[in-house]
């Protein structure tokens, strides 16, 4: 759509704020309750000394920090005391505006994050388009707008075909 053509046009002339993806400082994922999610940001916590931004559908932050917890622990991982302080739960929702984010936070988190790990989508199989379009079409395009506002990000992106088809030929 033409807002986002135009967040588009001011990025591809503005050079100042480019990420640097080997110091990465505040990184903002989607996805963490997650089969991938849970286990990037795993990796995350080991492999980076970042803060992990992780938007999570919660009623409250707590409620977001036990989803996260639990889906770790469903893959046999736990968190320790240090990389839980690492862990900025954010309640939200991939479907709606901002990302169920207010404006406030939303602004804050678009000038503090440098790369956006986005691996959330509703997975289903069976579900038509229309019903998997709000998470895994809108919920994209969301997090696209929240790339091209504030300062420059990196994505990392990850598609429920490519995680479930993987195979040693592609």
């Given at each position: 759509?033409?807002?986002?053509?135009?967040?588009?046009?001011?990025?591809?002339?503005?050079?100042?704020d480019?990420?640097?993806?080997?110091?990465?400082?505040?990184?903002?994922?989607?996805?963490?309750?997650?089969?991938?999610?849970?286990?990037?940001?795993?990796?995350?916590?080991?492999?980076?000394?970042?803060?992990?931004?992780?938007?999570?559908?919660?009623?409250?932050?707590?409620?977001?920090?036990?989803?996260?917890?639990?889906?770790?622990?469903?893959?046999?991982?736990?968190?320790?005391?240090?990389?839980?302080?690492?862990?900025?739960p954010?309640?939200?929702?991939?479907?709606?505006?901002?990302?169920?984010?207010?404006?406030?936070?939303?602004?804050?988190?678009?000038?503090?994050?440098?790369?956006?790990?986005?691996?959330?989508?509703?997975?289903?199989?069976?579900?038509?388009?229309?019903?998997?379009?709000?998470?895994?079409?809108?919920?994209?395009?969301?997090?696209?707008?929240?790339?091209?506002?504030?300062?420059?990000?990196?994505?990392?992106y990850?598609?429920?075909?490519?995680?479930?088809v993987?195979?040693?030929?592609?």
């Open positions: 759509d033409k807002a986002i053509h135009d967040l588009i046009q001011k990025h591809q002339t503005d050079s100042a480019s990420a640097n993806p080997g110091n990465l400082q505040n990184v903002f994922l989607t996805g963490t309750t997650g089969f991938l999610g849970a286990r990037l940001l795993k990796e995350l916590l080991n492999k980076t000394n970042a803060t992990m931004h992780c938007l999570v559908r919660a009623s409250s932050l707590q409620a977001a920090l036990t989803r996260i917890e639990h889906a770790l622990s469903i893959h046999g991982m736990t968190l320790s005391d240090d990389e839980k302080k690492r862990i900025e954010i309640m939200g929702d991939l479907t709606a505006k901002n990302l169920g984010m207010s404006d406030d936070q939303w602004l804050k988190l678009t000038q503090t994050a440098d790369t956006v790990f986005h691996s959330a989508a509703t997975v289903n199989m069976i579900k038509d388009y229309y019903e998997l379009r709000p998470a895994n079409v809108f919920g994209t395009r969301e997090v696209v707008r929240f790339l091209l506002e504030g300062k420059r990000k990196h994505l990392h990850a598609s429920t075909l490519s995680v479930f993987a195979t040693t030929n592609n």
